[in-house]
């Protein structure tokens, strides 16, 4: 776990170091240090290298890597609980759902307001929530839905979010809607540090309580029956999981659009590493999602620089392949 | 050995402190109906029909009956996985539907049927879950953590129990079926249950390993007094094995006493509608079932 976190500086520092403009991991340093000295990160300078690193980079960097802890840490509890392997916010259509949810309260107007910050994760949560309890009902009519049954569940809810954002879409304004794409590709956008404080206060919340649940996630791993047989009290845990899994991913989604694969392809490397058990798959896959969430940011900065490709093009790109991959090639591990 | 469970049988169960266990039997059921809620076309059908039974503390109850006739439901019940539309289920004194789902998972243990496993669970994760009924209670961080010391060394000992302990570290997936099977019942012994509730633990198990879990089970009811109610198809390890036998069929009880007076052929051809053979085990002097041979029906 040390190693990990450490990696997880490393790469920071080196996704510190790419851009537009590569600045020499002396000059990051000394603006750290100036910051440090200055006791201050925001303003009070107007050194165009001190600009780019702590108010472009860092809290950008800082978003990705809270992004990727989150969608991450979802993965491996849905994963859990739907004893799926393929399990992920954005193939269950969680995502859309939340997306939708955020594309709503767009279209409502308060994506125009100073509340943004607030409502956007709030609808965010209620459209992936809304999503979830679909995914779920029909997972529980059958005593366990076939994996094949639970992604085709997936695709069709995310067919069904898709069209109605699209149609939000097509009804906003140009402007609007050219935001609203973009959005919704999965873009990692610089946050002042107030919205990242407060997002990492919220995250942090649904985090934490649901690492509260790593033992208990062991046990409904292991299904939904044998779970009552150990004791846990399955019809609050699942409530509470889904909800938690909600909460981030519509706080997630509300701020970087539609990320999709690290909830499945990180904790299904990771697990291979850890093996089964959550209380080291959990902080292990949330650390390894942050670090490769900040790592595909950085190449989706800097592969066409200037210019800039969504981030969840690149996610995609890597994670979609693999699906295909465990789908093809593991069936032995899955069916 | 009938004596025994004779005296026993005979006290009431009183309505004394929960506290002292002694008075009551280990499960007194009363009049037990269940139906799965309405999904599918027997939404109408009782899976259980008003079941009475009472399971004296260290007895070995066996529950046999054909395909469908609501043994596994009875033992869900039993565990409160389940729980029944109508009666009432007491586990030692307590009602069961009063209790919380980790108070119970203290007192019994489960043997599930074997399913298949999807995530890659060493044998060692898996046997240790079966303390996580022993974990805190009432803080909202209740579950988080590791097991204590205590816990592994239950664990430990549960494995040597079943004889596990060499494949302690690999994946559960990897084992073969009679492996997985003994995974579970070590599983099962590591909640340190009062009661072992054990679904087919024979099913996908060699000769060996059947003789080996048959009399592991008897030798933890006499050094333990553990309570066991086994579900089988198998009528004559039930028949040499349990203390008592029930025999249900759709939902309802056939026949409840000694292994003598349930293995009769007539009352098995009326359930199983076949026709069998019973005599008496040349060891025990217990009941035995054959099957008709093909003399039987061509010869005679």
Not at chain 1, 56 to 69: A, D, H, M, T
Request: aromatic share 6%; net charge neutral; hydrophobic share 50%.
């Amino acid at each position: 776990m040390g190693i990990l976190a450490f990696t997880a500086m490393a790469v920071c520092v080196i996704c510190l170091h790419f851009g537009a403009q590569p600045i020499a991991y002396g000059e990051i340093l000394r603006v750290f240090i100036d910051a440090i000295s200055r006791k201050e990160i925001d303003g009070g300078t107007s050194d165009v290298v001190d600009v780019i690193l702590l108010q472009v980079r860092l809290p950008r960097i800082l978003l990705g890597f809270l992004v990727g802890c989150s969608l991450a840490s979802v993965g491996v509890a849905l994963q859990a609980l739907l004893r799926n392997p393929l399990a992920d916010p954005y193939v269950l259509g969680v995502s859309s759902g939340a997306a939708l949810g955020a594309a709503v309260g767009v279209l409502l107007g308060a994506g125009t307001t100073f509340l943004a910050e607030t409502t956007l994760p709030v609808c965010g949560f209620a459209g992936g929530l809304l999503a979830l309890v679909i995914v779920y009902r029909m997972a529980a009519s059958y005593e366990q839905l076939p994996i094949h049954s639970l992604l085709l569940t997936g695709v069709i809810l995310n067919a069904i979010f898709s069209a109605l954002i699209m149609f939000i879409t097509s009804i906003l304004e140009p402007n609007r809607s050219y935001g609203m794409m973009a959005w919704l590709m999965g873009t990692l956008t610089a946050p002042t540090y107030g919205g990242l404080v407060g997002l990492a206060v919220y995250l942090s919340i649904g985090l934490v309580l649901l690492f509260v649940q790593m033992r208990a996630l062991n046990v409904l791993a292991l299904g939904e029956e044998v779970a009552r047989t150990l004791g846990v009290d399955t019809e609050r845990a699942k409530r509470s999981i889904f909800i938690l899994a909600a909460l981030v991913t519509g706080a997630v989604v509300s701020v970087s659009g539609m990320i999709g694969f690290i909830g499945m392809v990180v904790p299904h490397a990771v697990r291979l590493v850890t093996g089964a058990d959550h209380r080291l798959l959990l902080p292990a896959s949330a650390l390894v999602g942050g670090t490769f969430l900040m790592g595909s940011d950085t190449i989706a900065r800097t592969m066409i620089s200037p210019a800039e490709i969504p981030v969840g093009i690149i996610t995609a790109l890597a994670g979609g392949p693999f699906f295909v991959y465990l789908l093809l090639w593991r069936k032995d591990r899955l069916a | 050995m009938s004596e025994l469970f004779d005296s026993r049988s005979t006290r009431a169960a009183g309505v004394g402190s929960v506290g002292v266990l002694q008075p009551y039997p280990a499960y007194d059921v009363q009049s037990v109906r269940f139906r799965y809620r309405s999904r599918g076309s027997d939404a109408t059908r009782w899976i259980l029909e008003g079941i009475s039974l009472r399971v004296q503390k260290g007895e070995v109850l066996g529950v046999v009956g054909p395909n469908g006739s609501g043994k596994t439901s009875l033992l869900k019940v039993l565990a409160r996985v389940l729980t029944p539309q109508e009666g009432r289920v007491s586990l030692f004194g307590q009602n069961l539907a009063s209790m919380t789902q980790q108070d119970v998972a203290c007192v019994a243990g489960v043997v599930p049927q074997d399913t298949q496993q999807l995530f890659p669970f060493t044998v060692a994760e898996t046997v240790i879950m079966g303390r996580f009924p022993h974990r805190p209670r009432g803080r909202w961080t209740g579950g988080f953590g590791w097991e204590s010391h205590q816990d592994i060394a239950i664990a430990e000992q549960a494995m040597a129990t079943m004889d596990i302990g060499h494949v302690a570290h690999r994946v559960v997936t990897d084992l073969s079926g009679g492996e997985r099977q003994r995974v579970l019942i070590a599983r099962a012994l590591a909640q340190t249950p009062k009661v072992l509730l054990l679904d087919e633990p024979t099913a996908f198990l060699d000769l060996q390993h059947q003789v080996e879990i048959c009399s592991l089970l008897r030798r933890l009811k006499e050094t333990h007094g553990l309570t066991v109610v086994l579900v089988s198809h198998d009528l004559n390890l039930v028949g040499q094995y349990c203390d008592r036998i029930l025999l249900l069929d759709n939902g309802q009880v056939v026949r409840h006493g000694y292994p003598e007076e349930v293995i009769e052929p007539d009352v098995l051809e009326a359930v199983y509608r076949c026709r069998v053979l019973v005599d008496r085990h040349p060891v025990s002097g217990l009941p035995r079932v054959t099957l008709p041979g093909r003399q039987l029906s061509g010869g005679t």
